[in-house]
């Protein structure tokens, strides 16, 4: 069974850097399919962050791609994301997911950014 | 960027009641086009995908409907664990992009 774990500082000072981790168990990053973050402001609706491919292969939304870095590790079946420079409007519950029809999420982590 | 607009944002059903919740896009996204479900405190759960197949175990009560720039979503008869909030979302083009959600409640 396809299970996605994200991990990370639940808390991040304005102006610095959110950092999430996914873990994925049950498949192969390798074998196919882009991998995501989505995020969810509080009481708000859903925004695409990125995707990458295990290849490398990356896609941002433009209105977060020049704070957004998202990297794979297929070693530990693992993709990460970077986001910079970060406010409290990036306070968000903050999913990790598989596809672009996305058929697995991650239970997501609550991401608070203050001082 | 290819902009998703539902409606109603808010629809007050009975239970046992049809639900009809539409999404639109703003240019064609063929059948690339995906539906949510999503309640309070829970990740969101993918209910259609190719505009009208059901995911993996979705009940049949669940059916999708459209192409190009019009879908729909139908609900046959709501039961109490189908109050929930639900998204489309387009998946024909990067970047992808979602619609602001349709709150199902209970009238």
């Known amino acids: 069974q396809v299970q996605l774990q994200e991990s990370g500082p639940g808390l991040v000072k304005p102006s610095e850097t959110l950092s999430l981790t996914c873990t994925v168990s049950g498949y192969s990053i390798s074998s196919d399919y882009y991998w995501g973050w989505i995020r969810q402001p509080p009481g708000k609706g859903l925004e695409w962050i990125g995707s990458i491919y295990h290849s490398g292969s990356t896609y941002y939304n433009p209105s977060l791609k020049s704070r957004v870095t998202i990297s794979v590790d297929t070693s530990k079946n693992q993709f990460s994301l970077k986001l910079r420079s970060v406010s409290a409007a990036d306070t968000a519950a903050y999913y990790c997911a598989r596809g672009n029809r996305i058929d697995y999420w991650g239970q997501g982590t609550l991401v608070t950014v203050s001082s | 960027e290819i902009v998703m607009t539902q409606s109603p944002a808010t629809l007050s059903v009975s239970p046992g009641e049809r639900a009809t919740l539409s999404c639109r896009a703003s240019?064609?996204?063929?059948?690339?086009l995906a539906w949510y479900q999503q309640k309070p405190g829970q990740a969101p759960r993918l209910l259609i995908y190719g505009a009208s197949t059901r995911a993996t175990g979705i009940p049949a009560r669940f059916s999708g409907s459209g192409s190009g720039t019009e879908f729909t979503l139908t609900i046959s008869s709501l039961q109490s664990e189908d109050f929930a909030i639900y998204y489309c979302?387009?998946?024909?083009?990067?970047?992808?992009?979602f619609g602001g959600g349709t709150k199902v409640q209970i009238k």
């Open positions: 240019q064609s996204v063929s059948s690339n």
């Open positions: 979302q387009q998946y024909n083009n990067w970047p992808l992009t």
